[in-house]
């Protein structure tokens, strides 16, 4: 499945629009994680632990969008949009949201 955020599939013609679908990822932080990262923000440097926290929350939403977009019968999602928030007491929960237009294409 072809997964894009541009709003067309470069030399394939789209037969069918099937609506807009979305993927959902909640992933938490915890308190050993803050503290790992305050260190790294003290010192400079990049947190790898917050990096590697938000690919995650990405990719489960990507995989969710995809997931139903494919029930629906298409074989591509257009113009995807990733919005990232925090969310619960003190922000202690990254949220990222997929959305986007499933599609068919011909191949």
Do not use: C, W
Request: hydrophobic content about 40%; charged content about 20%; aromatic content about 6%.
């Amino acid at each position: 499945m072809i997964l894009s955020t541009t709003p067309s599939i470069e030399g394939h013609t789209i037969t069918k629009y099937h609506g807009v679908v979305t993927g959902e990822a909640i992933i938490g932080a915890n308190l050993f994680k803050d503290i790992f990262a305050s260190i790294t923000d003290l010192v400079g440097g990049r947190s790898g632990t917050y990096e590697r926290v938000l690919r995650e929350a990405k990719d489960g939403a990507l995989k969710e969008l995809q997931y139903n977009a494919q029930s629906l019968g298409a074989n591509a999602v257009v113009g995807i949009d990733l919005d990232y928030e925090t969310i619960g007491h003190n922000a202690s929960m990254l949220m990222v949201t997929a959305s986007g237009t499933a599609v068919t294409y011909e191949k």
